[in-house]
């Protein structure tokens, strides 16, 4: 029986300014899928710490380690966002400041928000990264069915969300 | 409202939560970085032999640290792990700190290897026994590369350069850079080194042994992207890797070369005394378009090998072809290699493409058609092949899945007792029910786990008492130990944070901060004489010698101590008017009867 002989390269420069050279994509990409500043920048954070731990594992990745750090990265803002979600912050009632005005925004933050993680990734990489169905099955490792499939729901489930706040609205006025 | 418009809201919506600057994240990311680089505790084993600097001397004694790990388990033992539901054991950290190990293998000859600081350990049993001996770890435990033949046999290496010349230059004149090798015949007891001058680059040195005295070095440089980033636009203005073979016929003593060839990666094997086969790293692979190399007349000369099927070169756009392990022959003539194959932006799902071979490598048979990656989440997939064939795909962090008929059915084992959010850097079955693995335990420590239900529950490896039997003889290398720990001795005083960074993670969680280090550093620092005494912290009525110490301490300690070993190094201060104070220095990560050396104050 032979094997291979263990190869680890440690070539922590290479790794460190791959790395650094990829931070500001992940820090669109932290940004699109929390939609949260203060969040974004502590995943990236939190990614960049992960993935230098994990550079021994970099050789089975090492075509992309650019993608390799990226899938940190969605690994990293998928819990949190499952994290945020078992915990969840406490919503103002709208209605209940003065002066508020509902926006476009509001309602749809609040829609994506309440989607499963893997929707709420599918949703940014779409749209916020504005990677097409292939590209975000690549960058997932998803099969590009599942991909459709859950951008497909993740769209009605915004848009369930949506009328059900409007229908909410009307009844009260 | 239609499909479009929502879309277009959407699009919008994502506009306005895209970050303006990313400068200030990048610059604190930088100092992250920084701070992450510096000299890590899984270093120090290798490098704080001995910390007899007695101003190295550190905090709690050894034996009231362990009870505090022990008893804050809810601090430290973490909980059932997630999206299994396993009733199965947690992850122990306080034993998996007691299994922390720089590198882990499977011996060609079969069994498990690791190196745990200065001690080489082996077993034969998966994991119920180990022997240990010495490793020559300072100096080799940075970018060194181990091959562990059997329990006798192993060899490490490491590519140096003569300061002043850069690893990757190249060359400005011959003899400036060499290739280490050291080598034991008798299980870690005694180790003697080689050194080959070397006048071509080489960023990393594997090694690969058919026999004792046959074995090979592979001084490889990886492919490099493009000015542009890792895209397919630069794939013309990348370079390939390339490799250069060395070639020992008595154990590694001598060494010459014995050939060189574009695309050949660090991932090498020998199928016997002539036969090498060489898998490049995928980045190279899919600039060259060639999966597999061998050679036939033991690495003078290479050829790139078929494997039918596969897409042709150039391959699309970011495409991986890559063989993170393999070949596997089971026999002189049958092997078997997978080949890992990733598409991106195709559409085309990451497959493992599986293929045979009944002639000893010189064709490959397609066996099955490509596998998908069975894992549905966002993983980080690997494909290995151990010795009983399972392929494993790492099924993100919560499971392996593996597959025993070339990809045909897939099992899908959740396992418990690993740690949570956290994939193996390695993992290897050593039968159909016996596994190791090594996984990621704190700031730069790995530690060795172990598996004898197929991967479904695990356990942090327990090295027994085998490191307190390496032979008394086996002192090795005195001069680099106590280079380490007089550089840690100036460090405290220079740089405290350098010095911390040096602390093994069992010393840092002995002191607690680097502000009570540095405290402790500037009490020590105070002192002028010491009562050395040596004894043993299980039974610390037990003292076995007592010697005063002057100025001369690092003479007298090394009269005494077994310099040979890695220490940590644990302090409290008993009597005087000042709080109690004693300094231990006890060997890292050790379970029971231990050795101790104890200064305390006249």
């Known amino acids: 029986m032979i094997e291979l002989a263990s190869v680890r390269p440690r070539e922590d420069d290479r790794v460190a300014e791959l790395l650094l050279a990829g931070i500001p994509e992940a820090h669109r990409l932290a940004a699109w899928i929390l939609r949260d500043p203060i969040g974004a920048e502590d995943a990236v954070q939190e990614s960049l710490l992960k993935a230098w731990s994990r550079r021994r594992t970099i050789r089975f990745e090492l075509g992309e380690p650019h993608r390799w750090f990226m899938r940190i990265v969605l690994n990293v803002c998928r819990d949190e966002l499952r994290r945020r979600r078992r915990q969840p912050v406490a919503m103002t009632e709208p209605a209940a400041e003065s002066g508020w005005v509902p926006t476009d925004r509001d309602d749809l933050e609040r829609a994506i928000g309440r989607l499963k993680e893997d929707e709420q990734i599918v949703l940014g990489l779409r749209f916020g990264r504005d990677l097409t169905v292939p590209q975000i099955a690549a960058q997932t490792r998803l099969p590009e069915g599942t991909v459709k499939s859950r951008l497909h729901y993740a769209l009605e489930h915004v848009r369930a969300a949506l009328d059900a706040e409007r229908r909410a609205e009307e009844q009260k006025r | ?602």
């Open chain 2, 1 to 602: 409202m239609s499909t479009p418009d929502l879309e277009t809201r959407i699009r919008s919506y994502y506009r306005t939560c895209e970050p303006e600057d990313s400068a200030r994240l990048m610059l604190a990311s930088r100092a992250l970085l920084d701070d992450a680089r510096r000299p890590q505790p899984r270093r120090l084993w290798g490098s704080l032999r001995l910390v007899a600097s007695l101003a190295a001397a550190v905090v709690l004694l050894a034996v009231l640290v362990l009870p505090r790990l022990d008893g804050g388990t809810g601090g430290y033992v973490v909980g059932p792990v997630p999206g299994t539901g396993l009733p199965g054991p947690t992850f122990d950290v306080p034993a998996a700190l007691n299994a922390q190990v720089d590198e882990a293998g499977l011996m060609r000859s079969g069994g498990i290897w690791a190196v745990q600081g200065s001690y080489l350990l082996t077993s034969t049993d998966n994991g119920v026994t180990w022997r240990a001996g010495t490793f020559p770890s300072s100096g080799f435990s940075n970018r060194a590369e181990v091959f562990v033949l059997d329990p006798d046999h192993a060899w490490a290496t490491i590519p140096s350069v003569v300061a002043g010349a850069g690893l990757n230059a190249a060359p400005t004149s011959p003899s400036q850079r060499f290739v280490l090798v050291a080598r034991t015949s008798d299980g870690g007891r005694t180790w003697q080194t080689s050194v080959s001058w070397i006048d071509f680059p080489c960023d990393t040195a594997t090694l690969s042994f058919a026999d004792a005295r046959h074995g090979f070095v592979m001084c490889s440089v990886g492919a490099q992207a493009g000015p542009n980033g890792p895209n397919n636009e630069t794939i013309t203005q990348a370079t390939k890797g390339s490799g250069t073979v060395l070639r020992t016929e008595d154990g590694g003593a001598s060494w010459s070369v014995a050939g060189r060839a574009v695309g050949l990666g660090p991932a090498f094997t020998t199928s016997d005394a002539t036969t090498l086969w060489s898998a490049p790293d995928p980045s190279s692979s899919a600039l060259t378009g060639a999966a597999l190399y061998v050679s036939r007349d033991a690495g003078t000369t290479w050829s790139a090998i078929d494997l039918a099927g596969l897409p042709a070169a150039p391959y699309l756009p970011m495409t991986d072809v890559g063989i993170p392990a393999g070949p596997v022959f089971w026999d002189e003539s049958n092997g078997a290699i997978a080949v890992n194959v990733f598409y991106n932006g195709s559409g085309t799902p990451p497959a493992i493409w599986f293929y045979r071979t009944s002639d000893a490598g010189r064709s490959w048979t397609l066996v099955k058609k490509p596998v998908q990656n069975p894992s549905m989440g966002m993983a980080f997939p690997e494909v290995l092949a151990g010795r009983e064939w399972a392929t494993i795909w790492l099924d993100g962090f919560d499971g392996v899945t593996t597959s025993g008929d070339f990809g045909s059915t897939w099992t899908r084992t959740p396992w418990s007792g690993m740690p949570p959010n956290s994939p193996p850097a390695w993992l290897d079955f050593t039968d159909s029910s016996h596994a190791a693995a090594e996984v990621f335990v704190g700031p730069g420590s790995y530690a060795l786990m172990l598996s004898s239900d197929a991967g479904r529950t695990w356990h942090a490896a327990g090295f027994g008492d085998a490191r307190t039997k390496v032979p008394a003889d086996s002192v090795q290398d005195r001069v680099t130990a106590k280079g380490t720990a007089e550089e840690f001795t100036t460090m405290t005083v220079k740089s405290p944070p350098s010095a911390w960074g040096m602390l093994s993670a069992y010393s840092q969680r002995a002191y607690g901060s680097e502000a009570a280090f540095e405290a402790a550093m500037v009490a020590l620092g105070k002192r002028t004489n010491y009562a050395l005494t040596i004894g043993d912290p299980t039974q610390s009525a037990d003292l076995l010698s007592q010697q005063n110490l002057g100025s001369g301490a690092w003479a007298d300690l090394t009269a005494l101590a077994d310099m040979s070993r890695a220490y940590a190094v644990a302090v409290t201060f008993p009597g005087s008017s000042e709080p109690p104070e004693t300094l231990v220095i006890a060997p890292l990560s050790a379970t029971g009867g231990w050795q101790v050396w104890t200064v305390t104050t006249p």
